[in-house]
C-alpha cells in the first residue's frame, strides 16, 4: 500500500515552534510538513538538539506550535481548549518514556491501571502486562524491577487506555543492547500484530530500520522523508 492510498492519523502543516525568554526568540522548529499514517512505525531520527522532542510533544498535544497546524484526524489541535487537549491526550496518546516515569510506591499493574482509570475505553490492565509478557511481575514495585522490566511497564501502561496513537521517546536510550532489542520487540509486535501506530524518536540508525517511514530532522527541519523498503524484525538489527 503506498501513501497516497493511506490514511494519516497526524497531518504537520508548516508547524513552527519558538521559545521567548526575555529579548531572545529561539525558533526550534522552522516549518514542517509531515504526515503520520495509521498502522505504521514511523522513526523520527536526529541528534541531540535536533527538535525532535519538540516535535512529539506537539504531536501529543502537551505543546502547541507557535504557528501552523497540527491535524489528528483532521481535527487542528492548535484550536483545542486546554481541556480539549487534555481529553485528547488521555483518550488518543499513549506515551513512553524513556525513564519510564513510573509511580515508586505503586506496584507493576496498579501503575497500569492508573492509565486505564483515565480511559473511557480501556483494555484490563492484566490484558495489557500479558502483551509485554509481565504477568509474573505484576505485582512488584518498580525497584524490584529491572530497567527492561520497568519500560515494559510503561509500555503498558500505554497501551492499556487502548490509544489511536503510541508515542516513545528514545525507549531503548536507557537499556543495554539485548533489553533495548527486546523493548524493539514488543514494540514491533503492538504494530505488527496489534495494528497499532507507533511513533519513536531516537538517534539511532539501528532502530529505524524498523520502521514503514523515517523522518530524519536536523536544527529543527526535516532533511529527508523515507519510506523503508527493508524492514527488519528487532532481532534482525545490528547496533
Known amino acids: 500500500m503506498t501513501a497516497s492510498t493511506k490514511k494519516p492519523l497526524i497531518s504537520l502543516r508548516n508547524v513552527k515552534k519558538s521559545y521567548t525568554s526575555g529579548e531572545v526568540t529561539t525558533e526550534i522548529l522552522h516549518g514542517i510538513n509531515l504526515e503520520i499514517f495509521e498502522g505504521e512505525i514511523t522513526v523520527i531520527l536526529g541528534a541531540s538538539g535536533s527538535g525532535k ?10 505543546d502547541r506550535p507557535s504557528s501552523g497546524n497540527c491535524l489528528f484526524k483532521e481535527n487542528d489541535l492548535n484550536k483545542f481548549t486546554d481541556k480539549q487537549l487534555t481529553n485528547y491526550r488521555r483518550e488518543n496518546i499513549g506515551f513512553v ?7 515508586p510506591t505503586l506496584t507493576a499493574i496498579e501503575n497500569v491501571q492508573v492509565s486505564t482509570e483515565l480511559a473511557t475505553n480501556p483494555m484490563s490492565p492484566l490484558e495489557a502486562i500479558k502483551i509485554v509478557s509481565l504477568e509474573d511481575r505484576k505485582n512488584n514495585f518498580p525497584s524490584q524491577l529491572s530497567g527492561g522490566q520497568q519500560q515494559k511497564v510503561s509500555i503498558a501502561r500505554a497501551i492499556a487506555k487502548n490509544p489511536s496513537l503510541i508515542l516513545c521517546d528514545e ?15 514488543i514494540l514491533y509486535n503492538l504494530n505488527h500484530e496489534h495494528k497499532r501506530t507507533i511513533v519513536i524518536i ?38
Open 171 to 185: 525507549p531503548t536510550g536507557a537499556l543495554d543492547l539485548e533489553t533495548g532489542r527486546m523493548v524493539l520487540k
Open 202 to 239: 531516537t538517534h539511532s540508525n539501528a532502530v529505524a530500520c524498523m520502521a514503514h517511514r523515517v523522518i530524519h530532522i536536523g536544527s529543527g527541519i526535516i532533511t529527508k522523508n523515507e519510506e523503508n523498503q527493508n524492514i527488519l524484525r528487532p532481532e534482525e538489527i545490528s547496533y
Open 53 to 62: 522532542t519538540t516535535l512529539l510533544n506537539i504531536i501529543g498535544g502537551i
Open 97 to 103: 518514556f524513556q525513564f519510564y516515569n513510573l509511580v
